[in-house]
């Protein structure tokens, strides 16, 4: 088998294309591109063709994510549409305890397979030269780091009053059109180096979804827990965040923050736990913290003026929840977040949660499902729905799971059925 070609100085100029994550999200990959000097273009969403593909050119044992990306690579490639003497792929990496930090040899060995070795590979990540050849991909990750998170902030902030008002619109034609109004407007504000200015921006998107006329305004609630991809993707988890709108379920889905915050508390853990005493990285760890709580609670307090606001809770106070379920040492996959954010819907009152899982991925089982005695035995009132979505699950399947969950949300309070 061939060698697959390396990110080289001479490839700076190549065009970086990243697999799309979601709607909110991936829109500002390519404006934080241009910040640190590459260019980088999304890859259209998934479709039913990612799944053959990706079943075609990798072991069909990986993860469902595993599968939709390595899907999503192979068909650009195949499409005609790029000149491989002009493009990379890229792809960003967690240096996680999962699959997660092989996707690079996994796409690797897919374009092998299909006959792209000449194309290189690129691990985003400020430790992606850790797993991957790369000497010329050096981003100056200092200089993005602020944006980066200002843009998730945005993003977090534009999801819940999307999804937040959607459900109580007839149609939700415009929750959407906010949504990619000002999803753009973010992106454009991050690409001209102007992040501050989008906290004013967010005021101005609250305002204009607060007029968006209601057709009914006392509806039930749904909590989202599960694995990044599939929770933000959405053709990965069959559209049924869509669907739970269109039923007119309010569906709460967590900030994609709280998946970064939590490293804060993980490396507190690992301190105390294994290491024992302070490291000079604690120091600086702390003062991020500090920093990145400051301009969550500037979001928050601007949330406020949201007419369906509803807090979400500080990391700090979600570890401490997750903590009376499991050691905060289960730090794979999502580690402890998942029985944390069921746990903290469940002090909000949200007690209808459905976990999404994808098919081969041993870290969020456990995580997930196999904390599903411990979270009842402490919150009896929650009802959990466990979905797993793999590239050959029926739809009609996970419809009917839905229906009798909605089914349960009609019932009066305290009589939830066992999924
Ligand atoms: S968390 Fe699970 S699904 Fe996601 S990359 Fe890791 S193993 Fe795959």
């Not at 923050?257 to 105390?272: C, D, G, H, R, T």
């Amino acid at each position: 088998m061939s060698e697959l070609a390396i990110f080289t100085e001479a490839d700076k100029s190549r065009t970086i294309l990243l697999p799309w994550l979601s709607e909110y999200y991936s829109p500002f990959a390519p404006v934080i591109g241009s910040l640190i000097g590459y260019k980088i273009e999304n890859l259209p969403p998934s479709n039913n063709l990612s799944i053959d593909l990706g079943l075609e050119y990798a072991n069909n044992e990986i993860c469902y994510p595993a599968t939709l990306i390595v899907g999503d690579v192979i068909q650009a490639l195949k499409s005609n549409k790029y000149k491989p003497e002009e493009i990379a792929i890229g792809i960003t990496q967690t240096g996680g305890q999962c699959r997660a930090t092989n996707y690079i040899s996994i796409i690797k060995r897919a374009m092998e397979h299909a006959g792209f070795s000449n194309i290189p590979i690129v691990g985003i990540a400020p430790s992606g030269s850790m797993f991957n050849e790369q000497p010329g991909f050096k981003p100056n990750w200092l200089k993005i780091i602020k944006p980066v998170f200002q843009a998730i902030l945005f993003c977090d902030s534009i999801s819940r009053l999307y999804h937040a008002t959607a459900s109580r619109e007839q149609g939700s034609i415009n929750s959407k059109k906010l949504r990619d109004k000002y999803i753009q407007l973010g992106a454009e504000l991050v690409g001209k180096k102007k992040g501050s200015k989008l906290l004013p921006l967010l005021e101005k998107a609250i305002d204009e979804f607060n007029e968006i006329p209601i057709i009914n305004s006392n509806i039930k609630t749904v909590g989202i827990v599960g694995e990044i991809f599939i929770k933000y993707n959405s053709f990965g988890k069959f559209h049924i965040t869509d669907w739970l709108i269109e039923n007119q379920i309010e569906v709460v889905l967590p900030p994609l923050m709280e998946f970064f915050m939590q490293a804060f508390v993980n490396s507190k853990v690992l301190e105390k736990e294994y290491i024992n005493k302070k490291n000079s990285f604690g120091f600086v760890s702390d003062i991020l913290k500090l920093l990145a709580n400051k301009h969550i609670a500037k979001y928050e307090k601007t949330l406020t003026k949201f007419k369906y606001y509803r807090p979400f809770h500080n990391i700090n106070h979600s570890a401490k929840l997750a903590s009376e379920i499991l050691s905060l040492n289960n730090q794979y996959g999502e580690g402890w977040l998942i029985p944390a954010e069921i746990a903290a819907y469940s002090k909000q009152n949200i007690n209808h949660v459905i976990c999404i899982q994808p098919f081969g991925c041993i870290a969020n089982h456990i995580v997930g499902k196999g904390m599903e005695m411990k979270i009842k035995s402490l919150y009896p009132d929650m009802n959990l729905l466990y979905l797993d979505f793999d590239s050959g699950m029926s739809k009609v399947n996970i419809l009917n799971r839905l229906h009798f969950l909605i089914q349960n949300i009609k019932l009066p309070r305290g009589k939830p059925t066992r999924h």
